[in-house]
Nanobody, 124 residues
Framework: VQLQASGGGLVQPGGSLRLSCLAPGFSFDDHAIGWFRQAPGKEREFVAA????????HYADSVKGRFTIFRDGARRQVYLQMNSLRPEDTSVYYC??????????????????WGQGTLVTVSS
């Protein structure tokens, strides 16, 4: 079972990117799909997650109002739309999947499956 993250790149401050996570082997009803990021020298941090049949979303405070997570069940894709990007958003972004309950959706150790990461660089 694999996850494939894509869509990273170089963007200027204030710009936008959309990351994609292909998750073909996961039931979106049973699994949370999360996005995490890790900058050089820093710990991995939670960015956003979507879970449950209703697609409940969760965001880190640092991205709330700028990033949107959504999914396309037919395409087995989960997207992270990133707007108003800042230099501090520069990181490797990972998507992950797991049978995660709401109270632990921000804990990376709760996710059993990880994609390979995609680099986002925000710089002028």
């Amino acid at each position: 079972v694999q996850l494939q993250a894509s869509g990273g790149g170089l963007v200027q401050p204030g710009g936008s990117l959309r990351l994609s996570c292909l998750a073909p082997g996961f039931s979106f009803d049973d699994h949370a799909i999360g996005w995490f990021r890790q900058a050089p020298g820093k710990e991995r941090e939670f960015v956003a997650a979507i879970r449950g049949s209703g697609g409940t979303t969760h965001y880190a405070d640092s991205v709330k109002g700028r990033f949107t997570i959504f999914r396309d069940g037919a395409r087995r894709q989960v997207y992270l739309q990133m707007n108003s990007l800042r230099p501090e958003d520069t990181s490797v972004y990972y998507c992950a999947a797991g049978n995660v309950i709401t109270s632990t959706v921000r804990d990376s150790i709760r996710y059993a499956y990880w994609g390979q990461g995609t680099l986002v660089t925000v710089s002028s």
